[in-house]
């Protein structure tokens, strides 16, 4: 038996900018959205004006309403959220990281693997385009055997203010590795098809919020200054799978070198290419057909929503009955190899990582 998109009952926890993205997204998808939750009361009166529904202060009231929920909040409070949400088996997309901790995040997969709830972890660059033409030649076996990713995800300024919950550990959990470099261990993750990983080892560092004075250009918010800052603005670091493939990640918020979000899919019959953000995507091999030679294809895609089809597959998913604990699964072995990388770079050694 199914279940409309329509008769989904929808609310969201978390009424900044991301969650009111989302709320746009439901509209769009003709999705019930029936109300929504922050601790602010200026996000509160914002949310209920742009949207003409209930707000609310506690986040059991906006529960005893809906079917499923969509949670925005700062990482530190997804815990409470998620797991209440799963108490009540009531449907959760969660946004990234799944927790600001490892042992948070490990609390969370517990209490969804004891709901009969469905539950997804917003890693919506999956749903790109250009990813989905990659996952679908690597399937194919176009690629041949696929080796080794080359994950970046590089801004040459692009810090959020100083002060904010982005920039102090004990909410965010971290900075540019657990802000960006989730998405990019997802997105190299799930190309190698969810590998278990075997170690990690990396180097985070905090070379730029730290100063009193930067030219920071694409700083948003406002600015506390170095004390208002406590976390890494770049990592990089190496990823060992079971199997022997390899992952090399480079994150920043904060470098002196151009942006660069460059994804390099190397496999034994070709490698894919692609940018993160704009799309762009080529193919790169060799033949003996003729004279040995390079060849060189460049593939154009259209460019999508990513989080609209990443809300698209949620409430299908709800809607077809298809509830499992796949995506949760994923996001906590991405958990697992940012904790780490962080362990790493505290101790200068190699982290197994137990995926047990």
Known sequence: MTTPRGDIRTGIVGLGNIGRYHAERLLELDVPLVGGMDVAADARTRFARRYDVDVYDDHHELYDAVDAIIITTPNKYHEEYAVDAFDRDLHVL?????????????????????????????????????????????????????????????????????????????????????????????????????????????????????????????????????AGFDVDDSASAFIRTADDRTISLEVAWATNRPENNEFVVRGTESAAMFDLLDGDLSVHSASTAGPDHLEDTSIETRQNDTHTEEQRAFFDSIAAGEVDNESIQQALTVQRVIDGIYRSSETGRTIAIDEE
């Open 94 to 226: 969660l946004e990234k990281p799944l927790a600001h901790s490892l042992e948070s995040a490990e609390r969370i997969a517990s209490a969804a693997a004891d709901s009969d709830a469905y539950c997804m972890v917003g890693f919506n660059n999956r749903f790109a385009n250009t990813v989905r033409v990659v996952r679908n030649r690597i399937e194919r076996g176009e690629l041949g055997d696929v080796s080794h990713i080359e994950a970046n995800y590089v801004r040459r300024r692009g810090i959020p203010g100083r002060g904010s919950w982005f920039t102090r550990r004990q909410i965010s959990g971290g900075g540019a590795l657990i802000d960006l470099g989730v998405h990019a261990i997802d997105l190299a993750l799930y190309l190698l098809g969810d590998p278990t990983v075997a170690e990690v080892t990396g180097v985070t560092r905090g070379e730029f919020g730290s100063r009193e004075e930067y030219a920071y250009l694409e700083m948003w918010g406002d600015d506390a200054g170095p």
